[in-house]
């Protein structure tokens, strides 16, 4: 009985100092935190089932009754004020936390959007696919051919044998003569030395041996020459080369076709065109196509220096000679060819003052197209 009720009036001060001091250090705590999980979790050591002041309470139970009322209702009033201080506290961290996210992410969603940049065609290669969409619309179709070509397709088979003064036409690139690659590369040993091709020419060619007429072809693509460059030649440019055979081809037959390009090429019905008398030794007769300037409607200006015109292509008659070297019989067949300057033409469609500006990657240039 003794120690029992020693025990009681122990246990009685010091659970009430025990409470103050739960109250002091929860209130201490709480007036500290900023984080609403760790207010969360501080909640639960000192209001959970297993927190404080829960343990309290259940001590409290093995008080006598005098006791136990007057420190069971000091728990829980305290109980009660220590659950209300910490839901005030959780409510201000939920509203300052909503607050400050909200400035953090705050959109404006009436801003435009960033653009993504998109790539798009070089010049070039815009101006070549509208040429080729309009061959192919007058029946022809597009064939290809190696841009590392041998002497005989780009000179010989076209009725230029060596030490023929016309190739002095073409400024070659020859490439290093290597036994190995030029046997992997050309036909038979006969086809000569291998160099970058001059002209698209060597294409007529390769079709030609291994087709028969009639057909109609273009061949567009890149070609070389050793040359200095200055704002209208370039060491590579592009053609697009043209031809048609048949039995009964005439030059009638190219004017057409080829005005009907430029019409529709240059959106301009009447443009006009000339052709002037030319050599080529894979044509007789030979001609340069001229057309009207479609800078200055023939007023006369600096891109056609006065003139008027300017020169589009090389074209003419496939020459005999030619379909001799294909292996055609001779005589039996008729056809026309022609080699545009690609390049040109997308200079007079834009332009273009300088054919370098082509491949300068300056993207203030190309971004115009
Ligand atoms: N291949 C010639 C050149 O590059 C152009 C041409 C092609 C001329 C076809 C006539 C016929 O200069």
Redesign the pocket.
Known sequence: MFAGRLRVRYNDEIMLDELKKIEQSAREKLANMGDIDATEVLKIQFLGRKGALSLMLRAIKNLPEQERIKTGSAANRLRQELEAAFDKKLAELKKTNHESVLQREWIDVTRPGVKTPRGHLHPLTLVRRDAEAIFHSMGFVTVEGPEVESERYNFDALNIPANHPARD?WDTFWLRSNQKSQKSKVKSQNDGRLLLR????PVQIRYMETHEPPFRIIAPGRVFRYEATDASHEIQFY?L?GLMVDRHVSIANFKFVIQEFLRRLFRKQNLEIRLRPSY?P??EP?FEVDVACIVCNQKGCSVCKRSGWLEM????MVHQKVFAAVGYVPAEWTGF???IGLDRVVMMKYNIPDIRLFHSGDLRFLKQF
């Open positions: 036409m001059t002209h698209t020419s053609q080369e080529f894979f044509v030979g292509m090389g074209a003419g060819a022609f080699g």
